[in-house]
């Protein structure tokens, strides 16, 4: 059976993030990922200068596509508006593997199944044994399901579920778009051009809103096209979406159950405005090696519940999407 210090499950921004301090620490670590890298990860790409300065990234020696934004082409049912805000976008199939090699921890293929404890350590599947266990693996994570299930129980009014595709496209126009409330959707659409010719574009809105009334992300879907093309931001494309799944931030009160500690989406750490999950990901992956490595706390203190700082801009849009009676039922249940 294989020994190592530590295994982080996951091999994502948290799991990447999480590796490469635990290495700077000195510590022995393994990463464990169902998917070989690199690997493609549906996902809009789009980082905040907050995360380049965590990982102390220069965008100049960064070997992947790096796209930076001056500001945001706003658009509203009513409106349409600019907001200066500096924002990037990278491709999660590059920017993952990079953080992975960067961080210089070993990495297997590897989907884990069942976690049990054995005195001082975690056994996986019967092949990997740790002192340390890091859950990072996104939404579906086993080490959630396994360890922290019980006491951070997931609320569905918080949960998102989005349509999206990223494909080799020479787009034209290289601003991001985001569109907000279109028919009524409770989340947004977006344009997000990438580096070296590729686009993501998507639409994501909160599950639970959806369903009370009748409604499904895929109408939305649809007409989110019409835009594109009648704007002539995407021409002559045969879309195939894929989607996924995931929650937005609310009543988290446990990070750490013994030595396993769990990060990013795993936990649901999205913010509760845009529902932007990488830098809380990255974020949190840090903070659970600092604990590990000095016996440091490891608490949400510093991992941002918004991403948007203007008080009136979040609260607005939190309400648009969550709705202040799922709020309350969301804060109750936790």
């Known amino acids: 059976m294989e020994f190592h210090d530590v295994i982080v499950v996951g091999g994502g921004p948290g799991g990447g993030a999480c590796a490469a301090r635990l290495r700077q620490h000195g510590m022995d670590c393994l990463v464990l990922d169902r998917a070989s890298f690199p690997r493609l990860k549906l996902c809009a790409g789009w980082i905040t200068p907050e995360v380049v300065a965590d990982l102390d990234m220069n965008p100049n020696d960064y070997p992947g596509s790096f796209l930076t934004f001056p500001r945001l082409q706003i658009h509203f049912p009513w409106l349409s508006t600019r907001l200066n805000t500096t924002q990037h976008s990278i491709r999660r199939v590059e920017f993952d593997h990079w953080l992975l090699e960067r961080s210089g921890a070993p990495v297997r293929e590897h989907y884990v199944r069942k ?7 975690y056994v996986l599947d019967e092949t990997y044994r740790c002192r340390y266990l890091v859950g990072a693996a996104g939404t579906k994570c086993p080490v959630y399901r396994e360890l922290f299930r019980g006491a951070n129980p997931r609320a569905r009014e918080l949960q998102a579920v989005t349509l999206e595709e990223e494909f080799a496209y020479q787009w034209e126009d290289p601003a991001c778009h985001l569109w907000f409330f279109e028919q009524g959707l409770p989340g947004y659409a977006w344009y997000v051009p990438k580096a070296n010719g590729h686009l993501n574009i998507g639409i994501g809105g909160m ?10 992300i895929k109408r939305h879907w649809t007409h989110f096209i019409d835009v594109l093309r009648e704007r002539g931001l995407v021409r002559n494309h045969a879309f195939e979406p894929g989607g996924y799944s995931y929650y937005l931030r609310d009543g988290v009160q446990t990070l750490r159950v013994d030595n396993a500690f769990i990060v990013g989406d795993s936990v649901g750490l999205a913010t509760r405005d845009l529902c932007e999950g990488i830098g809380p990901a990255i974020r949190t992956g840090q903070h659970a090696a600092d604990a590990i490595a000095t016996g440091s706390d490891y608490t949400l203190d510093t991992v941002n519940a918004f991403s948007n700082t203007a008080w009136p ?15 309350e039922k969301a804060q109750a249940a936790a």
């Open 115 to 121: 976690i049990r404890r054995e005195g001082e350590h």
């Open 207 to 216: 599950a639970h809103r959806l369903k009370c009334r009748g409604d499904d």
């Open 313 to 327: 801009v979040k609260k607005a849009l939190e309400y648009m999407f969550v709705g202040r009676k799922e709020k």
